[in-house]
């Protein structure tokens, strides 16, 4: 199996602010990985899959890199909808896992 | 419009069995694998099984390996989840995720979820 570790577990940013969110997985996943955000009382939002390519209809605020075993999501300038859980997922190998999850909260 | 609604839950004894529904719509589900995945209360999302366009591919989490059997019936536009011996662990928020492909990639939609709750 294929363990994602995300970091760090909390972010504290401020609305305008940059945020990079950390995946590393285990074993490569080559760029098989995406990226999603959760808020409380809704269904996931996929944001990034394949490591780099935004979802339709996902701001170009949104941006995901890298490949093999290391990702970065980054958010270029936070706005207050921004606020949440964001979870990395890889589909390289079943069982398909998911990151512990990062929250994402206001400053 | 993609929709994607969940039933079935509910409060149920250790042990006991449950069958989990998924009713779909807006999209042609022959076309796309489709998978389970839960959320534990205060914990993250966990992918529970999945299962490809044709069922020729099927997988579980080992948490659930043995207990759990996903099925699809593409003709009513249904995905399933048969839940047996089931544990106090087990209790989460059950979500129905629709593929972006035929064969098991990212999650592009997912319904509201339905509840699931293991005690006695």
């Known amino acids: 199996e294929t363990v994602l570790t995300q970091s760090p577990a909390t972010l504290s940013l401020s609305p305008g602010e940059r945020a990079t969110l950390s995946c590393r997985a285990s074993?490569?996943?080559?760029?098989?990985l995406a990226w999603y955000q959760h808020k409380p009382g809704q269904a996931p939002r996929l944001l990034i899959y394949?490591?780099?390519k935004r979802a339709t209809g996902i701001p170009a605020r949104f941006s995901g890199s890298g490949s093999g075993t290391d990702f970065t999501l980054t958010i270029s300038s936070l706005e207050p909808e921004d606020f949440a859980v964001y979870y990395c997922?890889?589909?390289?190998?079943?069982?398909?896992?998911f990151g512990q999850g990062t929250r994402l909260e206001i400053k | 419009e993609v929709q994607l609604v969940e039933s079935g839950g509910g409060l149920v004894q250790p042990g006991r069995s449950l069958r989990l529904s998924c009713a779909a719509s807006?999209?042609?589900?022959?076309?796309?694998?489709m998978h389970w995945v839960r959320q534990t209360p205060g914990k993250g999302l966990e992918w529970v099984s999945g299962?490809?366009?044709?069922?020729?591919?099927?997988g579980y989490a080992d948490s659930v390996k043995g207990r759990f059997t996903i099925s699809r019936d593409n003709t009513k536009n249904s995905l399933y989840l048969q839940m047996n011996s089931l544990r106090p662990e087990d209790t989460a928020l059950y979500y129905c995720?629709?593929?972006?492909?035929?064969?098991?990639?990212?999650?592009?939609?997912w319904g509201q979820g339905t509840p699931v709750t293991v005690s006695s």
């Open positions: 995720a629709k593929d972006m492909r035929s064969f098991g990639d990212s999650f592009n939609y």
């Open positions: 807006g999209f042609i589900l022959d076309d796309y694998a």
């Open positions: 299962i490809t366009w044709n069922s020729g591919t099927v």
């Open positions: 074993q490569s996943v080559d760029t098989y």
């Open positions: 394949e490591a780099s």
């Open positions: 997922q890889q589909r390289n190998t079943w069982p398909i896992t």
